[in-house]
C-alpha cells in the first residue's frame, strides 16, 4: 500500500507542476502581448500629443490661399493633409512658404509654414479646417 500512495501523490504533484506551468505561459504571453499592446498605443498618443498645426491667415483673392504653421515637434507628410472650405473637403496644392535647410524638402518640418492654394471663394463668411495625421486640425473664420 506505501508505494501505490507513493505512486499517487507522485503522479499528482507532476500533474499539478504541468498545470502551474501551462498556467504560467499562458498569463506570460498575455502580459507580453498587453503591454506590446500598451507600448503601441502610448507611442501613438504621443505622437498625436506632439503634432499640431495653426492656421496663420487665410487671403482669399483669386483663389483661397492658407498659411498653416506645423506648430508641433513632428515632421507632417503633405500626404496626411485634408481641407475643408465651409465643411467640403476640397483639392489643395501643398508648398512650404520657406524650406529648412534639411534634406528631405518634400516634408513639412515644424515651424515651417506651409502654403495650401485651394478654389476661389464667394463673398461673405468662410471657415477653412485644416486636418493633418491623427486627427490634428484648426479652423479659421474670414470674410471675403
Known sequence: MGFSVTATHLILFIAAITIATSIVGIVSETADMLKLGMQKKSLSA???IETDIKILHVDPSSHT?????????????????????????V???????DRST????????????????TTAVSSGKHKVKVVVQKGISDEYLFNK
Not at 73 to 89: E, G, H, Q, R
Request: glycine letters at 4%.
Open 102 to 117: 534639411n534634406i528631405d524638402n518634400s516634408l513639412w518640418d515644424p515651424e515651417e509654414v506651409a502654403l495650401l492654394n
Open 91 to 97: 483639392d489643395f496644392t501643398f508648398g512650404i512658404v
Open 65 to 89: 490661399l492658407i498659411y498653416v504653421l506645423n506648430s508641433g515637434s513632428t515632421i507632417i507628410d503633405p500626404n496626411s493633409i485634408a481641407v475643408f472650405l465651409d465643411d467640403v473637403w
Open 46 to 48: 504621443m505622437e498625436t
